[in-house]
């Protein structure tokens, strides 16, 4: 728990900086979630507390992203990720690609991609991402092939409803691969003339090469900063997928 708090300490004033720079729009944000799992017949619960935040800006011509999270919690070891992301604006459509990681003591999952956004309404959005990653360390050497969708719909400025799914194939060298299935949805609510919002989510995700079934609940808080509302911040360009939730992560 030391941990945790001394990097909310950190990230807050890093992202606090950057929220001094013009044209920077994003967030931070602390949550907690609970994930049930079956493992092969085995009930594998725990509980665990998350930073993570996220900062958009212009670079040069390009639109640019930087995320990152945070995670700590019983029977697991600290969680860091990270992802960098560089796009322009095609058709009214955002474009890019992003890079980055996840790791852990042991393990690390590096990743790169491709990803779209666009508006299907004037208050709904689709983006897509898809990827390779590959491990290291301890998970041994495997290739990561991904790819995930979302579409957030905005019933008002400060009002968000998304929804996702997400697809994994896991192929290590000398095992047989498996495929991986995430199924999530998430509600936010920012209180009107405050930069605060709540937020409430949950992941289903099932592996049946695996003998894997786990649901995964998350509540939380943000603080979005660069004056803008929810859908303000997305038109920013600054709530496009993590390396973390292309790979079955939360954030």
């Not at 079956?38 to 995320?67: I, P, R, S, Y």
């Not at 009214?92 to 491709?114: N, P």
């Not at 929804?163 to 009107?192: H, I, M, R």
């Not at 900063?225 to 929810?230: D, K, Q």
């Amino acid at each position: 728990m030391r941990t945790f708090l001394t990097a909310t300490v950190a990230a807050a004033a890093l992202f606090g900086a950057a929220a001094a720079q013009a044209q920077v729009v994003g967030h931070v944000g602390a949550n907690y979630a609970h994930r049930d799992a079956d493992v092969a017949g085995f009930d594998v619960d725990g509980d665990a507390f998350q930073l993570e935040g996220a900062a958009a800006f212009k670079l040069g011509g390009l639109g640019a992203q930087v995320d990152g999270s945070f995670t700590d919690g019983e029977d697991m070891d600290s969680l860091w990720s990270a992802t960098g992301h560089l796009n322009g604006n095609i058709g009214g459509a955002l474009v890019g690609g992003f890079a980055g990681f996840t790791t852990t003591d042991g393990d690390t999952v590096w990743g790169l991609g491709a990803e779209a956004q666009a508006n299907l309404a004037p208050n709904t959005v689709l983006y897509g991402q898809l990827g390779y990653g590959q491990t290291d360390k301890d998970l041994g050497d495997a290739d990561l092939w991904a790819v995930r969708g979302e579409v957030r719909h905005y019933f008002a400025e400060n009002i968000r409803l998304s929804g996702s799914v997400g697809y994994t194939n896991v192929d290590p060298k000398g095992f047989s691969s498996a495929d991986l299935w995430n199924f999530g949805v998430e509600g936010e609510y920012q209180f009107a003339g405050t930069p605060f919002s709540l937020f409430a989510g949950y992941v289903h995700s099932d592996a049946d090469d695996l003998d894997l079934n786990a649901d995964t609940f998350q509540v939380g808080a943000r603080y979005t900063f660069g004056g803008a509302t929810l859908r303000g911040r997305d038109a920013a360009g600054a709530m496009l997928g993590s390396v973390s939730k292309l790979f079955g992560g939360l954030n």
